[in-house]
């Protein structure tokens, strides 16, 4: 029999502009989006680590995260 230890998964996650949307306003529903992101990870008690956040040239975000897979237990993976 086996059981899972510790489990986390890493995700590189673009959060991009809307296309057809005027560029200011898109940039801000883009930072929106990222922190509204945050809260739902922590409203759900979903642990995480947000390895690296970079803003692009066009406003985008992107965001390199490792979050617990499910319930499971996260071990050592967010040290």
């Known amino acids: 029999m086996k059981r899972i230890k510790a489990a986390c998964i890493c995700q590189t996650l673009h959060f991009m502009l809307k296309e057809d949307a005027e560029h200011d306003w898109a940039v801000k529903q883009v930072e929106r989006e990222v922190e509204q992101y945050k ?3 922590e409203r759900n ?3 995480f680590k947000i390895i690296e956040q970079t803003v692009q ?3 985008s975000i992107i965001i390199k995260i490792i979050k617990q ?3 499971s237990p ?3 993976y967010l040290n």
């Open 57 to 59: 040239a066009d406003g």
């Open 69 to 71: 897979y499910n319930t």
């Open 39 to 41: 809260k739902t990870l």
């Open 45 to 47: 008690r979903t642990q």
């Open 74 to 76: 996260v071990g050592d």
